[in-house]
């Protein structure tokens, strides 16, 4: 595990967008714009490549996702996991845990908090029972403005 390079960008954002609903689709551009804007961006790396990784934004940014505003509405100050994959081939591995360790570690310093969200429609209920074990606690939940989509959403206090 290591900070994220330039070098990385093209495995990242193919991974990324290879992980979809989980996380959604990125564009290079706003990819780019996240990546300038990150408070903790961290890769995981293994013979066959990048095999993970987590993006967060600060809070007090102009962010277009509805969920990171949700929280901004909600809390002054926090660091957003914007996102977070691992590969299939490292899945079951320990990996996903070690990058929250790695966040959590960091960060507990300079963040009263972290906010996330999970999918609930469509479901993903590892990912909420993930969370939960990781001291993620549910604060709320959002839909989308057709209601095809909703969230569940979680903090993770310091």
Partial sequence: MRDATAADSAAVLALNNAHVPQVNALSVEDFTWIVERAGHYRVVEDDGGIAGF???????????????????????????????????????????RA??????????RQWPRIALEVNLRPPNPVSIEFHAAMGYVEVGMRESDDRSTAVQMFIREF
């Fill in 99 to 108: 990058l929250y360790d790695d966040l959590h570690r960091s960060m507990q």
């Fill in 54 to 96: 987590v993006l967060c934004i600060p809070s007090g940014i102009e962010y277009w996702s509805a969920n990171y505003k949700w929280f901004a509405a909600r809390y002054g100050s926090f660091l957003y996991l914007d996102r977070v994959v691992v590969s299939p081939r490292l899945r079951r591995e320990g990996v996903g």
